[in-house]
């Protein structure tokens, strides 16, 4: 079993919709990442939280400490988000990054 | 714009030819990362640099070497490629201030292709 999962591995929606990727992880971590990779490219990092939410745009992340969960949430989707998100926890011991195993998100228009 | 750059972007290589990929960084971070990442898999850290201490993983094969001359570059050097190294090379950089790890930035990455 991984240490970070995340689910669904896979997505496909409608231009428009409201998209939901959760990430939960059984390590001990100091914050959770938020990435982003287009195919063949490079990654992008969309957010790093420790607690609470986080607003970027269309983008919102929220991560709950106790019950070891996170969530990426997309408002008014649009093809251009199709990417592959990856959730990555930053290890409290080690300070490296462990990362999910990505979910591929598919927005048609 | 402060970022991350990687060059080349695309690197074709033969089999044992050396190679050495770069990354510069205008984000004064102190700590510099190295990934290989292979198709459909997550990003595999190979080795860090902490200022200048250099901190290399445990699986990391002898044939990838790395080198930071100044706060600004690291090159990731590969002695010997084999067609198993083609991969994207991701550049990563963060601030530790104060005990703490903060954010990691990525650079566009470097793809690899071992003929």
């Known amino acids: 079993k991984n240490e970070v999962e995340q689910s669904p591995q896979n997505l496909t929606a409608q231009e428009g919709e409201f998209i939901t990727i959760n990430c939960s992880y059984s390590v001990g971590i100091s914050a959770l990442h938020w990435l982003q990779q287009h195919p063949g490219g490079g990654i992008v990092s969309l957010f790093m939280?420790?607690?609470g939410k986080k607003k970027h745009g269309r983008l919102i992340a929220t991560i709950n400490i106790q019950e070891k969960h996170s969530s990426l949430h997309i408002t008014a989707s649009h093809p251009r988000d199709s990417a592959v998100y990856i959730c990555a926890g930053l290890g409290g011991a080690t300070n490296k990054l462990i990362f999910g195993t990505g979910t591929l998100l598919a927005v048609q228009p | 714009d402060a970022m991350v750059i990687q060059n080349p972007r695309y690197q074709v290589t033969q089999f044992g030819k050396p190679v050495t990929l770069s990354c510069s960084q205008t984000l004064n971070h102190n700590v510099m990362y190295w990934y290989q990442q292979k198709s459909s898999q997550a990003p595999k850290l190979l080795f860090h640099?902490?200022?200048?201490?250099?901190?290399n993983e445990a699986d990391t094969p002898d044939n990838f070497q790395s080198r930071r001359p100044n706060t600004s570059f690291c090159f990731l050097d590969i002695r010997s490629p084999g067609l198993g190294d083609a991969a994207m090379y991701l550049c990563a950089t963060s601030r530790h201030d104060r005990g703490r790890h903060n954010e990691q930035f990525f650079g566009p990455g470097t793809r690899l292709t071992v003929l």
């Open positions: 640099y902490y200022d200048k201490d250099f901190n």
């Open positions: 939280l420790s607690s």
